[in-house]
């Protein structure tokens, strides 16, 4: 691990790269390991100090970006991790799966698709009977395939989109909130999309809408269970989603370009507040939004 972690003073805009960048087109999903320049997940910088220990953890979109980041964090907090991910993304979850295998905590992945309602319920059963129990949910996965009007979004797109963004969470927190107990959380991960919507995100702008909304209306719900819930809404980040059709190559070139940090985010850059949002420390924390977007922020 080099000498530099999360508590390194540098200077936020010059931290990381900044546009431009090449363009580099993928098939969604993507693949983190084949990004230029690879995305930092804190593999090399974050250090855990037992903030999580003993804590049983079920991370979705697991293998990459900012899903990958949390895993590593947990990890290194001292949770015990289920990691969900797409059959397709095995190289980058071998990686994931390496880089926690010191971290003396036990790790199991389930790769599979969240759209299917009876995998999602296999999925946290899975989780439950590995880990002997669940204690936080970290909803991370996501489709985005920009369009550039309603009249190029197919149904087919619009459903797959909402399944994987929407519907999933919805499965998965059913399946998981009769197994959790007092003090776990569950954590969702919106956008600042749901906020200032890109024309292009024609379907997927508004699933982020309906996981603020679920995110809120759970965490009034779930209050008197003792289980707290919570979202975090990125901006621009440096993740496999973006390049894989998540945007046009034009706008991967100067991807971040346009927040006041003037550079996208990297994944480690969200772990810290996955953390947080995890632990006892936010105890009083729940039904909230907290952005973390280079300078865009949430209204
Ligand atoms: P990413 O591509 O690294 O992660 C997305 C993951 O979603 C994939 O790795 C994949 O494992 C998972 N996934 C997609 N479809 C799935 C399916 N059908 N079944 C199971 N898993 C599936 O990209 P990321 O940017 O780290 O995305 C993580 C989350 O962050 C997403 O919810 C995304 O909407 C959100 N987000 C990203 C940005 C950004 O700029 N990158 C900005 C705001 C919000
Ligand atoms: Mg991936």
Excluded at 82 to 93: F, I, S
Excluded at 108 to 136: R, Y
Excluded at 138 to 152: P, R, S
Aim: glycine share 8%; with cysteine.
């Amino acid at each position: 691990m080099s000498s530099t972690n999360q508590y390194s003073m540098r200077d936020p805009t010059t931290q990381y790269p900044r546009p431009p960048f090449e363009e580099q087109p993928q098939k969604a999903p993507g693949l983190a390991k084949d990004m230029r320049p690879r995305p930092d997940h804190g593999e090399d910088s974050y250090v855990g100090f037992g903030r999580l220990k003993g804590r049983k953890a079920l991370i979705t979109g697991a293998d990459s970006g900012i899903g990958r980041a949390v895993a590593i964090a947990f990890a290194r907090e001292g949770a015990d991790l289920t990691l969900n991910y797409l059959p397709e993304e095995e190289a980058d979850a071998r990686e994931v799966v390496e880089l926690v295998r010191d971290s003396g905590v036990q790790v199991h992945t389930v790769p599979g698709d969240i759209k299917d309602e009876a995998f999602c319920k296999q999925l946290v059963d899975s989780a439950v009977k590995n880990m002997d129990g669940l204690d936080i949910v970290v909803n991370v996965a996501g489709k985005q395939a920009y369009q550039e009007t309603i009249l190029d979004i197919t149904t087919e797109q619009f459903d797959q989109t909402f399944k994987t963004n929407v519907y999933a969470l919805f499965w998965i927190c059913k399946a998981a909130v009769p197994h959790l107990p007092r003090g776990a959380t569950i954590i969702n991960t919106a956008s600042i999309q749901a906020y200032d919507q890109s024309p292009i995100l024609g379907d997927y702008a508004p699933t982020k809408s309906a996981i603020v909304g679920l995110t809120k209306v759970l965490a009034k719900q779930l209050a008197d269970r003792g289980i707290r819930v919570n979202a975090v809404a990125p901006g621009p980040i440096w993740t496999p989603l973006q390049p894989s059709g998540g945007q046009p190559q034009e706008k991967i070139k100067e991807f971040g370009k346009n927040v006041p940090l003037g550079r996208p985010g990297q994944p480690a850059e969200l772990a810290s507040i996955y953390v947080f949002l995890a632990t006892q420390e936010s105890s009083y924390v729940t039904a909230e939004v907290f952005g973390v977007t280079g300078g865009h922020p949430l209204p």
